[in-house]
């Protein structure tokens, strides 16, 4: 799965109405790489991690915990590709999804449960990128 396929299952597992901390999204996702390859799982989870290290910079979560800034970052990713990038290029495009509490705790979970639909088991899982709060040591430094 490259990024565009990643981004595009985003928007294809988008649900059409309000989603409250994207759990329809998750829960979409989820089915959706379940009936496919372990690959697809695995791969999903690598451009997933990819996308919060790159947003795991000081300038966006300065104020805010380790699990509010992760579950916030989350969200920006749930929130697609166009917005994920505007986050990037501007970093007050972040600063509604803080100060609104808006989360997507949900969509950190998808390859796991994914996983466990395929396999029967848990996976214990490592990704090039760690996706946790203040792990990329290029957006914090000092």
Same mark, same amino acid.
């Given at each position: 799965m490259n990024e565009d396929t990643f981004w595009q299952l985003i928007e294809d597992c988008r !649900? !059409?109405? !309000?989603?409250?901390e994207a759990e329809q999204l998750a829960a979409n996702i989820t089915e959706r790489l379940a009936r496919s390859p372990l690959s697809l799982v695995t791969?999903? &989870?690598?451009?997933?991690?990819? &996308? $919060?290290?790159?947003?795991?910079r000081q300038e966006y979560g300065q104020? $805010?915990?380790g699990d509010a800034f992760l579950y916030t970052r989350a969200a920006v990713v749930a929130a697609g590709r166009a917005v994920f990038c505007g986050v990037l290029q501007d970093a007050a495009a972040f600063a509604p999804f803080a100060s609104n509490h808006i989360w997507a705790e949900s969509l950190l979970y998808v390859p796991d449960r994914a996983y466990e639909c395929i396999t029967g088991g848990e996976w214990d899982r490592d990704t090039r990128y760690s996706f946790e709060s203040f792990s990329n040591a290029e957006g914090w430094p000092g």
């Open positions: !649900p !059409p109405g !309000p989603d409250s791969d999903f &989870a690598e451009q997933l991690s990819w &996308a $919060l290290y790159q947003l795991d104020d $805010l915990s």
